[in-house]
């Protein structure tokens, strides 16, 4: 059994910055693919980020245009995502999420490939 608490959401200004943090439990985040995904009320959930076990590999959407950055510490069992030049459309619910998989597989984009979902923590970003 794992377990990912995320947490860090809040409220800021556009053009300011948020980091968000997931802590896994259960067994070590060393042998997890991790992700970030979001989703806006009334719209649908959508990936944000994915890292491989190593962290050596990263991918993002390319609606995020280089404004995050995920990384992990595995001594920590923990995965950020960096959230820089925060706009009010990143206004969402961000979840982290884990599987077993493969990064390498390439269906790091699609919820279905993730086996463990953190409860979720609050983004908003107002003009």
């Known amino acids: 059994q794992v377990q990912l608490k995320d947490s860090g959401g809040g409220l800021v200004q556009a053009g300011g910055s948020l980091r968000l943090s997931c802590v896994a439990s259960?067994?070590?985040?060393?042998?997890?693919?991790m992700g970030w995904f979001r989703q806006a009320p009334g719209k649908e959930r959508e990936f944000v980020a994915a890292?491989?076990?190593?962290?050596?590999?990263?991918d993002y959407t390319d609606s995020i245009a280089g404004r995050f950055t995920i990384s992990r510490d595995n001594a920590k069992n923990t995965v950020y995502l960096q959230m820089n030049s925060l706009k009010p459309e990143d206004t969402a619910v961000y979840y982290c999420?884990?599987?077993?998989?493969?990064?390498?597989?390439?269906?790091?984009?699609?919820?279905?490939?993730?086996?463990?979902w953190g409860q979720g923590t609050q983004v908003t970003v107002s003009s």
């Open positions: 999420a884990a599987t077993l998989q493969n990064y390498y597989t390439g269906n790091y984009k699609k919820q279905s490939f993730y086996d463990y």
């Open positions: 259960g067994r070590t985040i060393s042998v997890l693919t």
């Open positions: 890292t491989s076990r190593s962290g050596l590999m990263r």
